[in-house]
């Protein structure tokens, strides 16, 4: 072991103490082989209707994305109220995309969530030419009244 892998693995493994000439195969495979083990996300916005069903994931505010800007807010309200019931949208423009807009939504029940995925996970808007697949995520803001406060200065307004 030279000198420059005996650094890099006081830097990456402090409490590791290595004998004077101890031969390792690499350093590379030593520190595959005993690297920490990650942290799954628990929070992550991905919608698993599996989840939902268990009553393992009680979340309530999703984010629809790839919607074409021309679509109306009324258009988008109906379509997702033909699966479950909502009583909170809100239309934002999607981040550094000119064309698309993003719609915030809160359904009254969770187990709602599972028909509106379920509906809309293959719905494709077409517009100049392109075709816009949906995206459901979860939004990092949960609840009504707190989607309310963020909605309350945009210039989409809510409803």
Known sequence: MNIRDRILLQLYFPHFKSPPNSRFESLF???????????????SNI????RIQQGEDKRTSIIIKNIP??????????????????????????KNVENLIVA???????????PIYMGLRNHTFNYMGNSYKIEIYYSKVQGKNELKNVFKNDYFGYK
């Open 47 to 50: 919608v698993y209707p599996e």
């Open 104 to 114: 915030y939504c809160n359904v009254i029940n969770y187990k709602s969530i599972v």
């Open 69 to 94: 800007k021309n679509v109306k807010k009324s258009k988008i309200r109906s379509l997702i109220e033909g699966y479950g019931n909502i009583n909170f949208l809100a239309i934002s423009k999607e």
């Open 29 to 43: 495979v030593f520190l595959n082989k005993y690297e920490p083990a990650k942290k799954k996300n628990i929070t």
